[in-house]
């Protein structure tokens, strides 16, 4: 792949509810129409740990109460974007333990928000048709004993869903 990217950085979270993982419906970005980790963006100056329980309560209406970092990572793939034809997303994840709240299935949007509402979907279910590379490597940890694989991961090809997979 060529050496000009855009980037991306954002705090994303696994949260587990018995064989299932909670994840946004998400409406924007390359992940559009797939289901994708909670999480985003940080605002200026904002601290990671900060940043996990805002973006988790935006998206999924939950407040976050125990959260641990794993690690970092990136995924990188074609996509059209501005000037750019690639994207590198770097990742911090967070293994979310305890949460209060009910979980909403369509939540407030504002300028930014790019989830829909969010779902508590079995592990079985989440697949490259219908999951970011965020959503898989929460599978992988989970299946693997809870032992997150930094590993960055490049795609050949990424593409956009045009309907929704909901």
């Known amino acids: 792949m060529p050496d000009k990217y855009h980037r991306a950085f954002g705090v994303y979270g696994i949260m ?4 299932k993982l909670i994840v946004i419906q998400k409406h924007g970005g390359p992940y559009t129409n797939r289901y994708d ?21 935006e998206e999924t209406g939950l407040t976050t109460l125990e959260a641990f970092q794993l690690g970092i ?19 911090v994840f967070y293994q979310v333990k305890k949460w209060q709240g009910e979980l909403q299935e369509t939540v407030n949007q504002f300028a930014g928000q790019d989830s829909l509402g969010a779902i508590a979907i079995p592990l079985t279910q989440l ?5 970011s590379p965020l959503v898989l490597k929460a599978k992988e940890f989970i299946q693997n004993n809870y032992q997150f694989n930094p590993a960055d991961q490049t ?8 309907e929704s997979v909901y």
């Open 73 to 91: 990572t990136s995924f990188r793939y074609p996509w059209d974007y501005q000037n750019w034809h690639y994207n590198q997303h770097l990742c």
């Open 155 to 162: 795609f050949a090809t990424w593409p956009v869903l045009t």
């Open 16 to 19: 587990q509810q018995q064989e």
């Open 127 to 131: 697949t490259w048709d219908n999951s």
């Open 37 to 57: 980790l909670p999480g985003g963006s940080l605002e200026d100056g904002e601290k990671l740990t900060d940043a996990i329980g805002r973006e988790i309560q």
